[in-house]
């Protein structure tokens, strides 16, 4: 058990450790992905935000219910199958 050697320091400092090719982190690549974001509101009158698109842009303002009573209509699917299925996500 003596030579056991110990890891956590050494992790630790390769951890901090940076360098010029090293990828952006995520809290980067979301903050720069939000200069890209259209404002818009929520079905609640809250301001939201979505990427632009065509879809997204169809669907900003909308409630829940609505964007499931579309998908269920545009998927031939029964009225209120994806209420009873995803409702309880929020």
Same mark, same amino acid.
């Given at each position: 058990?003596?030579?056991?050697?110990?890891?956590?320091?050494?992790?630790? !400092? *390769? /951890? &901090?450790?940076?360098?010029?090719? !090293?990828? +952006?982190?995520?809290?980067e690549?979301? /903050?720069?992905?939000? /200069?890209?974001?259209?404002?818009? /509101?929520?079905?609640?009158? &809250?301001?939201? !935000? *979505?990427n632009?698109?065509?879809?997204? &842009?169809?669907?900003?303002?909308?409630? +829940?219910?609505?964007?499931?009573?579309?998908?269920? &209509?545009?998927?031939?699917l029964?009225?209120?199958?994806?209420?009873?299925?995803?409702? *309880?996500?929020?």
């Amino acid at each position: 058990m003596a030579t056991r050697k110990k890891r956590s320091k050494v992790k630790r !400092a *390769h /951890k &901090t450790k940076k360098t010029e090719t !090293a990828k +952006p982190n995520m809290t980067e690549q979301l /903050k720069e992905a939000r /200069k890209r974001y259209t404002v818009s /509101k929520s079905a609640k009158g &809250t301001t939201s !935000a *979505h990427n632009g698109d065509d879809l997204a &842009t169809l669907l900003a303002g909308c409630s +829940p219910e609505d964007v499931c009573a579309t998908a269920e &209509t545009l998927a031939e699917l029964k009225s209120g199958e994806l209420s009873t299925k995803y409702g *309880h996500r929020g």
